[in-house]
């Protein structure tokens, strides 16, 4: 590793939450969304829905969080597929600085606009009458589960922001990942699904991940869900690590 | 140790194909220091190609080259120290201002006092008014004067211009030219790549032909004009430009 990768990492990262700073709209579209399904399912859908559970934000926002992330890496993607468009990210790979600083500081960005993001959700989601007895602990735990699913995603991004020949193919991977939630145990409970789908949605990477925050923000024990939830995000985390390294020496050569 | 006397870029045997697409298939050639060398070339003849492989963006299939005196290929970190590359196409961040940008590159050469050259440069490019606004809205020629200025940070020994005037007016086409002799005279190794036979006749201590993935021709300008009979019939005496003699050796004149 380079010995200037901690200071052109942090140059660089400056540079990217500047463009976010200078476009806040990319936050704006990707708390939109989730928060405008938020209000539908709870004030439209809502009451048809049996959860079991006595409030129904309560129930469905640890799977509008995940959507949050999914639509937020689109971004990551996006702003990556700038970079190599524009000629930009060859420029620093002729420089005199660390090489892979350049892909760090966009995953950093990417952490950074999604925790945001999270962060206004979370607010309108309280607006609606979210309310969670959790422990600082607790709210740890949610915030280290989220953290890692954000950087598993990011890796993910990174793939097409690297590759993508056009800015369409740049971010429509994210479509099937926004949808995955709702083939999962966010917003009705996988027993009132037909057998198949049940049996995807149950080993699927969101449920687990889902009834693991549900169970952190209710105080409810959580098993064994919040193991797999982990093995989920580090899997999937270390997977698109790899894949993403090799998509980035092959276009650096 | 890198010595005055060695060449600043010394290229031999360069071979790099895409897939089938057989683009350079021996490339020799050496760049004497602080001197000014003109790889011309038609579309598509791999210029781009072989400054990508010297810049450190590219490797080579076969072939050895070394800049500055350092090989490619197993010193890249000390070639990119030693380079600045001005890519085809302007690269510059269109989100953050003209200032912000060169400000960005000396932070990333790691040199101190960012904002002082940042402003220097500024004032040399003429940019000075335009240096608060995002370069997304800066003119073709402006933002490529920047690009250029971007490339100059540092102060690097060796410099890739890759057809750095294509698409610029007249005015800003010799504003960039007289970046380039400025460099020239500083001591700067300049390797351009161009379309303009002009330019390369304006600029350049040699000039080099890449025709089909090799340098077809290579010397100063009055070698090359001697490649051609010195006057034609004609009622006046008349020297072949660099012109005829390019389409000469390429041999596309109808
Ligand atoms: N990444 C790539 N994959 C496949 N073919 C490529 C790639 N890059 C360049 N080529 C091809 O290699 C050839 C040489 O390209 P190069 O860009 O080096 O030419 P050039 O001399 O710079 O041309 P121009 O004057 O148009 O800039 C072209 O035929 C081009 O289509
Ligand atoms: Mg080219």
């Known amino acids: 590793m380079s010995k200037h990768f901690f200071g052109d990492t942090t140059v660089l990262l400056g540079r990217s939450l500047r463009h976010i700073t200078r476009s806040p709209d990319t936050i704006i579209t990707t708390a939109i969304m989730p928060i405008a399904m938020m209000l539908m399912f709870v004030y439209v859908f809502g009451g ?20 949050t992330v999914a639509s937020g890496i689109a971004y ?16 620093f790979q002729s420089m005199p600085t660390a090489r892979s600083s350049v892909l760090w500081a966009h ?63 740049a971010s429509a991977f994210s479509y099937p990942l926004i949808f995955l939630p709702f083939l999962s145990s966010a917003f009705v409970p996988t027993a009132t699904m037909p057998g198949p789908v049940r049996a995807f949605a149950e080993n699927q990477p969101t449920t687990s991940i889902v009834n693991a925050i549900r169970a952190l923000f209710t105080g409810q024990p959580v098993g ?19 894949l993403a390294m090799r998509t980035y020496r092959r276009k650096i050569s | 140790m890198t010595t005055q006397q060695t060449p600043a ?38 210029k781009t190609t072989a400054v990508k492989i010297l810049s450190t963006l590219l490797k080579a299939d076969v072939g050895t080259a070394r800049v500055n005196g350092f090989d490619v290929a197993t010193q890249a970190a000390n070639v990119r120290e030693s380079i600045s590359l001005t890519g085809q196409f302007a690269a510059v961040d269109e989100i953050l201002s003209g200032r912000e940008n060169l400000v960005l590159v000396a932070r990333l050469r790691h040199l101190k006092d960012p904002g002082k050259i940042a402003d220097d440069l500024l004032e040399r490019f003429s940019l ?100 051609l009979p010195p006057a034609k019939v004609e009622y006046v005496e008349k020297q072949p430009t660099l012109e005829d003699v390019f389409l000469t050796l390429v041999g596309t004149k109808a």
Request: with cysteine; hydrophobic share 50%; proline share 2%.
């Open chain 1, 76 to 91: 990551t993607a996006y702003r990556l597929f700038m970079d190599m468009k524009g000629g930009i990210f060859e420029r």
């Open chain 2, 128 to 227: 000075t008014d335009a240096g608060g606004r995002k370069t997304a809205t800066y003119s073709g020629g402006m933002r490529r004067r920047l690009d250029i200025a971007m490339s100059l940070i540092g102060d690097p020994p060796v410099i890739f211009l890759d057809e750095p005037t294509t698409g610029l007016d007249p005015q800003a086409r010799i504003e960039v030219w007289q970046a380039v002799r400025e460099l020239a005279d500083r001591g700067t190794t300049v390797l351009l790549t161009t379309q303009y036979l002009d330019e390369a006749e304006q600029l350049a201590d040699r000039i080099a032909i890449l025709h089909e993935g090799r340098i077809i021709v290579n010397g100063t300008l009055a070698e090359l004009k001697q490649l």
């Open chain 1, 48 to 67: 048809a829905i049996r959860t079991g559970s006595a409030s129904y934000v309560n129930y469905m926002l640890p799977g509008i969080l995940l959507i």
């Open chain 1, 107 to 169: 995953v950093l960005t990417s952490l950074v606009a999604n925790l945001i993001s999270l962060g206004v959700v979370m607010l309108v989601a309280l607006l609606m009458g979210f309310r969670s007895g959790a422990g600082v602990l607790a709210w740890l735990s949610v915030t280290g589960i989220l953290i890692l699913f954000t950087l598993a995603l990011t890796w993910i991004a990174v793939i097409p922001g690297l590759s993508a020949k056009t800015m369409e193919g």
């Open chain 1, 224 to 242: 064994t869900d919040i193991w797999v939830a982990l093995a989920w995000c580090v899997g999937i985390l270390v997977v698109a690590y790899v």
């Open chain 2, 9 to 46: 870029i010394q290229v031999h045997g360069l071979e790099k194909s895409y897939k089938e697409l057989r683009v350079l298939r021996g490339v020799n050639f050496e760049v004497a220091r602080g001197s000014v060398f003109a790889l011309l070339g038609s579309n598509g003849a791999g």
